[in-house]
Antibody, heavy 122, light 115 residues
Framework: QEQLQQWGAGLLKPSETLSLTCAVY????????WSWIRQPPGKGLEWIGE???????NYSPSLKTRVTISVDTSKNQFSLKLSSVTAADTAVYYC????????????????WGQGTMVTVSS | QAVLTQPSSLSASPGASASLTCTLR?????????IYWYQQKPGSPPQYLLR?????????GSGVPSRFSGATDASANAGVLLISGLQSEDEADYYC?????????FGGGTKLTVL
């Protein structure tokens, strides 16, 4: 089972671009889709989008105009950029492999990063 | 209508059983989806509990006690997370999730209180 480690700026001003990166250690980076999810304080989970190792993406319809997810397979990393942030984008941001995969007798269950708190404030 | 709807809160007593529902929008059936269930405690990322489609197609998370199980309530068009023998440590937020129309969709979450 892989481990995900994420990092990025935690304090932004309105209109700036949020930028986070997630590194995947262990397991197979190229076999799966990798997601970003966020959770505003005291609220529920919201999926932002996902990417695979060749750069195929799926985005949440509600965020797709501001989101770019990219991948660097040489480093087993994927990144999130969210443009024109406002206070409403204040949240804990998680990277994760959300899907469960069955490979023969092995079951690879979903795995999440530790989360990064991002605050947008002037 | 939201794709997935969960009651915002549920209370139950220690030792009792709890049934957490995840109601699918009326045009989609739980029989057609893998429904994932997560448990989240304050300050921590969600922890995978199980995935359920049917009794013959379900996957428990590693280390997740067997008192956590999945089910379908066809009459309610819902997936269900069943927790038996409730313990104080089960107090947490619980989320359901499906893959629908090329997107992952989360329910709004249920806060389970054990008292």
């Amino acid at each position: 089972q892989e481990q995900l480690q994420q990092w990025g700026a935690g304090l932004l001003k309105p209109s700036e671009t949020l930028s986070l990166t997630c590194a995947v250690y262990g397991g197979s980076f190229t076999d799966y889709y990798w997601s970003w999810i966020r959770q505003p304080p005291g609220k529920g989970l919201e999926w932002i989008g996902e990417i695979n190792h060749v750069g195929i993406t799926n985005y949440s319809p509600s965020l797709k105009t501001r989101v770019t997810i990219s991948v660097d397979t040489s480093k087993n990393q994927f990144s999130l950029k969210l443009s024109s942030v406002t206070a409403a984008d204040t949240a804990v941001y998680y990277c994760a492999r959300l899907a469960l995969y069955i490979r023969g007798y092995d079951i690879l269950t979903p795995t999440w990063g530790q989360g990064t708190m991002v605050t947008v404030s002037s | 209508q939201a794709v997935l709807t969960q009651p915002s809160s549920l209370s139950a007593s220690p030792g009792a059983s709890a049934s957490l529902t995840c109601t699918l929008r009326s045009d989609i059936s739980p029989r057609s989806y893998y429904i994932y269930w997560y448990q989240q405690k304050p300050g921590s990322p969600p922890q995978y509990l199980l995935r359920y489609k049917s009794d013959s197609d379900k996957q428990q998370g590693s280390g997740v006690p067997s008192r956590f199980s999945g089910a379908t309530d066809a009459s309610a068009n819902a997936g269900v997370l069943l927790i038996s023998g409730l313990q104080s440590e089960d107090e947490a937020d619980y989320y359901c999730m499906i893959w629908h129309s090329s997107a992952w969709v989360f329910g709004g979450g249920t806060k389970l209180t054990v008292l």
